[in-house]
RNA sequence: GGCGGCAUAGCUCAGUCGGUUAGAGCGAUGGCUUCAUAAGCCAUAGGUCACUGGUUCAAGUCCAGUUGCCGCUACCA
């Protein structure tokens, strides 16, 4: 048996304490269109898809709801599991990192990293300051003449007990191979943030301490987990990693959200070449494209946790009841972010799609042509007669959809494969309009009608092949109607598509069933005033980013002795003067008033939310004895109080009413 | 603040190495048609190609600046 070409696409692993939504479907949706192009190819398809499971949150969520944490991760996995399943989602396999074929194959990694000498323990040698209790960058240390900010005593050299891979001794490598596109990042303008972030790569954490039972520890090092992206980006390898699956690796495309991309751009690629070096592991080549989409947006408004307003499974559900699975496929890959800009869920927008393309276009075509089939020939597919005016037109549109179509795949463009497939069912129409079949009795044209509607059903038969992927339930019961079995071909891993396409592939004297694919979607008549259009040009709403994660902030402490309460030196204060810091977006320069004519400078980080202007004269909560601090060149003494709205927003807490500037808050 | 990207018809977007009247799909309007799912076909839409300046025989297409938006990054203790 001469080797098949293999082709493995992957999604992202999903946390498992999100609920599915849209953005889940979306890539995986993605995943599977691309993985069917490729199995119609003919092409040994391995298509991943799974969840990600160590998180410490996980343990939280599963002790909120009195679960153990793997019975919590155990059903929510399995909702993502049936969700895919019940979209239609043809993954080859569903991985989840608490299994143990992951977490052994981690842990092997792991091991040869640490041995190899590019996962190093805790010489991670920072400047600290021990007055402000935390590390100062080496650029910021150099800036400050290596004393502390405050204290002005001398910054201590200290290390901190973790494991750290080097991801600096691959940055160069892997800016070249990025740069020459050997590992490529997609689209284009993400291949530029990656290469600029790349020069200032660090090595990065691999470890962490203190987590509970749950996640893989260090080998050798019981105290330390390893971080959980770590673990999860593995997942790609430790799938394939066996000996029957190992000729899928490298992984050709790995789809991915924009809000991952580093992790996938370059820590992920650093750690595979950093395997790669060694003896066991040289087959390690890196993934050949890292294709990172955008985001959906819904109705001109950001989807947000805060918000509430993601898409959801009941309403992906109501989308699927509506407008059926192929419709939602539809939507999501002809309308959605492939690109840099992110793309609107938008119901009317929605609707409109859908029946423009599938039900007035395509549903629409098949059947008129199955009926004018069935009054003319009664329903059996008539061989081809000679030329007529417009036939062999319709043939090169044919085989231009085709050779389009196989290029838009190559390029990931899986939206311009679908419209390359649609085109042709365009030109179909525009064939019937020309040669108008049901008049040509009437004409006395009956000769030309075998040629006709031989080239309309073979033009919908190729078509079909296009967009099987996109629409595969739809488009196998097409099949199924006119008596074609590529269905159980691909499913046998027999695809051939480039044979498939030929011209000439429908026969004289097989019936065409007739068949309505897509019905038309009334859209309810809710008047009442003009419907208000979204997302207007230059409308879009200030969207307002989610909060980085950053190092783990020390949280709350779970309980506050009352002498530690009464430390803070909480007062209200009148903001007197109020300026932007120049060079720094967020901040805002406040002079305080404490009453007796005492005056205090403090640098907030609220300007997105609060203009100068607004500021000067209201009275604000603020911390009097937090230790000063400079920032961009200038003392802050202490800081203003704010709460997070939801979006995260700052809001500046006030008094009720007015008090003496100064007043004492206990 | 630094780096990068984008700004083209009502909407979503194409526009390759600069070169005749700037394109597609959707929507809208008018006409044609009846095989078909109130579907189809054809025609029309007068878009300062964000703004200003520059290079060139010639710029949406290159350069500089301005404005707006987006992304990464710094700043928010």
């Known amino acids: 048996m001469s080797q098949r070409k293999t082709f493995y696409v992957t999604t992202p692993i999903y946390y498992v304490n999100d609920q599915p ?81 992951h977490k052994s194959r981690v842990l092997g990694y792991v091991k040869c990293l640490i041995d190899s000498g590019d996962v190093y323990k805790g010489d991670y040698e920072g400047w600290y300051d021990a007055g402000q209790e935390e590390y100062v960058p080496e650029l910021k240390a150099k800036e400050q003449d290596f004393k502390g ?41 993400r291949k530029n943030e990656i290469l600029n972030r790349l020069k200032t790569a660090r090595d990065i954490p691999l470890s962490r301490t203190g987590v509970a039972d749950w996640g893989i520890r260090v080998p050798g090092d019981e105290e330390h987990s390893i971080y959980v992206w770590i673990d999860a980006l593995f997942n790609y390898l430790t799938a394939v990693d066996t000996k029957e699956r190992r000729h ?21 690629p650093g750690l595979l070449l950093a395997l790669k070096k060694q003896t066991d592991y040289g087959w390690i080549e890196l993934p050949k494209v890292l294709y990172a989409h955008s985001f959906w947006i819904r109705e001109g408004r950001k989807m947000s946790k805060s918000l509430g307003n993601f898409v959801d499974l009941e309403e992906i559900d109501a989308y699927v009841v509506d407008f059926s699975l192929d419709g ?46 069935h009054q003319i020939f009664g329903g059996v597919l008539p061989g081809s007669g000679p030329d007529i005016e417009g036939s062999s037109e319709l043939r090169d549109a044919v085989a231009a959809g085709v050779t389009k179509a196989a290029a838009a795949v190559d390029e990931i463009a899986i939206d311009a494969a679908a419209a390359a497939g649609l085109e042709i069912v365009r030109a179909v129409d525009g064939f019937i309009a020309k040669t108008e079949p049901f008049r040509a009795a009437k004409q006395g044209r009956e000769a030309e009608l075998p040629t006709i509607l031989y080239h309309c059903s073979e033009a919908l038969r190729v078509a ?14 097409f099949w199924e109607a006119a008596g074609y079995n590529y269905a159980s071909r691909i499913a046998a891993g027999g695809g051939e598509i480039k044979s498939w396409a030929q011209w000439g592939g429908a026969r004289e004297g097989q019936k065409i069933g007739q068949i309505k694919l897509f019905q038309r979607f009334k859209v309810p008549k809710a008047e009442g005033g003009g419907k208000q259009k979204q997302n207007q040009k230059g409308q879009q709403p200030k969207k307002k980013k989610a909060p980085k994660v950053k190092a783990p902030p020390p949280g709350p402490k779970d309980e506050l002795s009352y002498e530690e309460f009464c430390a803070l030196d909480i007062r209200i204060a009148r903001v007197e003067a109020a300026e932007a810091v120049a060079k720094a977006d967020k901040l805002l320069q406040l002079t305080l008033r404490l009453g007796d004519g005492e005056t205090r400078t403090v640098l907030s980080g609220i300007r997105e939310w609060y203009s100068p202007e607004e500021m000067v004269g209201q009275q604000v909560v603020y911390l009097a004895n937090l230790a000063p601090r400079k920032i961009r060149g200038i003392m802050s003494q202490g800081m203003v109080l704010a709460a997070n709205d939801v979006g995260n927003a700052a809001v500046l807490l006030q008094p009720i009413k007015e008090l003496p500037d100064g007043a004492k808050v206990s």
């Open 464 to 477: 079909s092949l296009i967009l099987w992927p996109v629409l595969p339930g739809k488009i196998e019961a």
């Open 248 to 268: 899928y690796w490298s992984a050709d495309v790995q789809f991915v959200g924009k809000d991952i991309l580093w992790f996938h751009a370059a820590i992920w």
């Open 149 to 189: 900010v405050i204290s002005g005593k001398p910054l201590i050299k200290k290390s901190e007990k973790n494991y750290f891979f080097k991801l600096s001794a691959y940055s160069a490598e892997l800016i070249d191979l990025i740069e020459r596109d050997v590992f490529k990042v997609a689209p284009e303008a």
């Open 328 to 373: 939602l496929r539809w939507f999501l890959v002809t309308q959605g972010p492939l690109g840099t800009n992110d793309g609107d869920f938008a119901r009317e927008r929605f609707a409109e799609v859908y029946n423009a393309d599938l039900a007035n276009t395509l549903g629409n075509c098949v059947n008129r042509v199955a009926t004018m089939t």
């Open 21 to 101: 939504h849209i953005g889940h479907v979306y890539t995986t949706t993605l995943a599977d269109v691309l993985a069917r192009h490729h199995r119609i190819r003919g092409e040994d398809t391995f298509f991943l898809t799974g969840t990600d499971e160590h998180a410490t949150k996980v343990v939280d969520a599963a002790a909120e709801r009195g679960l153990s944490t793997q019975d919590w991760a155990d059903k929510n996995a399995k909702a993502f599991r049936e969700t895919f399943a019940r979209l239609g989602i043809s993954n080859d396999d569903f991985i989840r990192t608490t299994e143990d074929r």
